[in-house]
């Protein structure tokens, strides 16, 4: 079976391949020639993985997945959620998404959060979603240099450390996004059973 991950993230694509083993084989946008921005306009994370995924598997003909993620911070009542990238501004950096979370929270005593990732696959023309999502909460201050994005303020439930301090392993083994592609994988060993996997 061959799949395409609507990305351009090359250690979204190696972490998947290191999880699926020979009897899949991932491709990326460079393999297949695609060097488009991808569509993204939906207000939903659900929406824009399927944007994306669809927009690939339609316009080159394959089986194609794609991933969207988003940080969602429940006294915010839910934001940054699917703009989480671009929190702070269209050209914003993650310190400054972080700066800008910080201080929505000061004072509030709720700090709960939760990060949610959408996978969308398009198999055969028909779609399958699957979540992965961990709880959380915002810290007081950033802390750790590790990671990505909001990982310096995420602290996970039942850790006295954030994201941004945890081994790659850790994060990876508790992650929402983590949690997501091993729904896929799952998925995708049950609908390949005489594969090698
Ligand atoms: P994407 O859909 O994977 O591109 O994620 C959208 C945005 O969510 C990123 O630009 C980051 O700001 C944030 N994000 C996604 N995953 C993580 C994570 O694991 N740690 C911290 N921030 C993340």
């Known amino acids: 079976m061959k799949l395409v991950f609507a990305t351009n993230n090359q250690n979204k694509v190696n972490e998947i391949k290191s999880l ?15 060097n488009e921005e991808l569509p993204e306009t939906q207000e939903t994370l659900e929406g824009n993985a399927l944007q994306k995924a669809r927009y690939v598997a339609d316009n080159y003909n394959v089986n194609c997945f794609a991933d969207d993620t988003g940080l969602e911070v429940a006294s915010l009542n839910g934001a940054p959620g699917v703009y989480s990238a671009r929190y702070a501004g269209e050209q914003c950096a993650a310190e400054d998404n972080m700066t800008k979370i910080l201080s929505e ?4 005593q709720n700090r709960e959060s939760k990060f949610r990732t959408i996978v969308a696959l398009i198999l055969n023309d028909e779609e399958h979603f699957f979540e992965g999502r961990i709880e959380g909460s915002i810290t007081h201050s950033k802390s750790g240099s590790d990671g ?14 954030t994201f941004s301090e945890m081994s790659m392993a850790e994060k990876n083994a508790i992650s929402h996004r983590g949690k997501a592609v091993a729904k896929l994988v799952a998925f995708l060993k049950e609908e390949s059973p005489n594969s090698s996997l």
Request: glycine fraction near 18%; aromatic fraction near 12%; include cysteine.
């Open 148 to 161: 990505f994005g909001y990982d310096p303020i995420f602290q996970p439930n039942g850790f006295d450390i």
């Open 20 to 34: 699926l083993g020979e009897g899949v084989e991932i491709l990326s946008l460079k393999d297949i020639g695609c």
């Open 105 to 108: 929270l000061d004072g509030k």
